[in-house]
């Protein structure tokens, strides 16, 4: 089993955001493995969902502990995403390992971090038109039919490219539940993406690339950069957290789908000076103290 202190040191940076913003596991760790490390991206789907198996439930107790999960929100989650995740894997099977579908899983992953970044975009969006909404009279009424569809949906992208347990479903149930506060959208996605990821990780255990090494060298910097960004997260400002994650997931997403090097420079530059810009006032200070997304 071959140790990479690199990739332990890019763990403990992912893992510190994991923790600091309920989110950006897969987003964030795969691209990096994948740009930086020359991992195959299907080795690096496969690795890097083993190692959130361990690394989700660090955020998850939090919330549970806190009362701020929505168990029934969560059964009708997992009933949808964890048989899609493992289908996805099993799709990833049947297309095979060679050159093609590695190339065509770096597009799809291209897609789903650009899918991310404009979801946290949307989310940000929502929050800033709408008024603090607080809960009616009585118990949430779940939608069980279109809440099983967002684990459906989630859990099939997640399944191909690890990417979305935490991004994507949280937009879709900010959209199906406006009502639900910030720290509750977070505790019941974290919640629910605990068997979300274990099947997918499971189907790649089984049919996709896991590499041991570079898992175990993944959770060696992902469990205390985790650990410190949940600790931290209280006082770490949202309305910097989300601008940066969004502009790292912006620049991994386009990279993987092949944008040349003048093209990138240019989009990146405008996203620097007007987007992040904008995106930080956006961001109301009240919500710096909510639970991060």
């Not at 198996?53 to 701020?68: D, E, S, Y």
């Not at 993406?193 to 997918?200: G, R």
């Not at 092949?258 to 420079?265: D, E, H, P, S």
Request: charged share 10%; glycine share 12%.
């Amino acid at each position: 089993m071959h140790f990479d202190v690199g990739v332990a040191a890019a763990g403990l940076v992912v893992g510190f955001v994991v923790g600091l913003t309920g989110m950006g596991g897969g987003a964030l760790m795969t691209p990096i493995l994948v740009l930086i490390f020359n991992v195959q991206p299907l080795a690096a789907v496969s690795s890097d969902l083993v190692a959130s198996v361990i690394m989700k439930p660090v955020g998850a107790g939090v919330h549970l502990r806190r009362g701020t999960v929505h168990n029934e929100l969560v059964r009708w989650l997992v009933v949808g995403s964890v048989p899609s995740a493992f289908l996805g894997v099993i799709i990833l099977k049947h297309l095979g390992h060679g050159t093609a579908v590695q190339d065509n899983l770096k597009l799809a992953l291209g897609a789903a971090l650009l899918l991310a970044s404009g979801s946290i975009v949307a989310k940000t969006l929502l929050q800033a038109r709408r008024a603090p909404v607080a809960h009616a009279d009585g118990p949430l009424v779940v939608k069980r039919a279109r809440t099983m569809l967002i684990g459906v949906l989630g859990g099939l992208i997640v399944g191909m490219t690890s990417v979305g347990s935490g991004s994507l479903m949280i937009v879709m149930l900010l959209m199906l539940y406006p009502a639900l506060t910030a720290s509750e959208l977070v505790g019941t996605d974290l919640v629910q993406a605990i068997p979300l990821v274990a099947s997918a990780a499971l189907g790649h255990l089984l049919f996709g690339d896991f590499k041991l090494g570079l898992t175990a060298s993944l959770l060696v910097g992902c469990l205390p950069g985790v650990y410190v960004g949940a600790r931290v997260s209280a006082r770490a400002p949202d309305r910097i957290i989300r601008p940066a994650l969004v502009f790292v997931l912006l620049a991994s997403a386009l990279k993987l789908l092949n944008m040349g090097t003048t093209a990138l420079g240019i989009t990146l530059a405008v996203a620097a000076v007007v987007g992040m810009p904008l995106l930080y006032r956006l961001s109301s200070p009240r919500r710096d103290t909510a639970a991060r997304v």
